[in-house]
C-alpha cells in the first residue's frame, strides 16, 4: 500500500504546476523507497497480484486511482481501461455485482428506521429527555430563580435602610 501512495504522490506532483517538481524529479518517493523509477507500470503489477485477502491494500490502491493515478495508462484512449480497472476493484471490494453496496441493506442513518418487533438485535431507542437531560435544561432555571430571589431580597432591604436614613 505504501507503494500505491509513493507512486500516486509522485505523479500527483509531477503532474502539477509546482515550481519545486523538477527537483522532486531528481529524486521521487518511488526512487527514495523501492529503488524504481517505472511506478506507473508496477503500481498495476502489484495492483494484479494482490490476494483476495488483501482488502485493505486493495482500498489504498483504489482510492489513489480514484484520486487520478494514471501511472501507464496516461494515454487519452487509456481513460476507458482505467474506469474499468477501478470498477472491478470497487466490485471487489465491495462484493456487489455492480461495484456498489446494495442499497437494500445499507442504512445510512439507522436511527431513522423504526425497529422492528423480530429484530433482536437492533439497539434500544433512546429517548430525547431523560434525567439528564431534564437536569441539564431546569437546573439553570432554578439557579437564575434562587439568585433572583435572593438579589431582590437583599436588594429591598438594602433599599428600605437607605431610604429610612435618609427620610
Known amino acids: 500500500a505504501r507503494f500505491a501512495i509513493c507512486a500516486w504522490g509522485d505523479e500527483a506532483i509531477l503532474r502539477s504546476s509546482w515550481e519545486g517538481r523538477a527537483q522532486w524529479q531528481k529524486e521521487p518517493l ?13 503500481f498495476f503489477e502489484r495492483l494484479n497480484k494482490l490476494g483476495p485477502q488483501q482488502t485493505e491494500a486493495r482500498e489504498i490502491f483504489y482510492l489513489c486511482l480514484a484520486m487520478g493515478f494514471k501511472g ?17 476493484n470497487l466490485k471487489f471490494l465491495s462484493g456487489s455485482s455492480i461495484g456498489l453496496p446494495p442499497l437494500d441493506r445499507t442504512e445510512l442513518f439507522p436511527e431513522a428506521y423504526p425497529v422492528e418487533a423480530g429484530d433482536s438485535f437492533a439497539a434500544p431507542r433512546k429517548r430525547f429527555f431523560n434525567l439528564t437531560t431534564l437536569a441539564v435544561f431546569v437546573s439553570p432555571l432554578i439557579l437564575f430563580g434562587a439568585l433572583f430571589l435572593i438579589y431582590s431580597f437583599i436588594l429591598s432591604n438594602i433599599g428600605k435602610t437607605f431610604l429610612g436614613t435618609v427620610h
Do not use: V, W
Request: a negative charge.
Open 30 to 42: 518511488q526512487r527514495l523507497y523501492f529503488q524504481t523509477t517505472d511506478a506507473g507500470k508496477e
Open 72 to 88: 501507464q495508462y496516461h494515454q487519452e484512449g487509456d481513460a476507458m481501461l482505467l474506469e474499468q480497472l477501478k470498477t472491478s
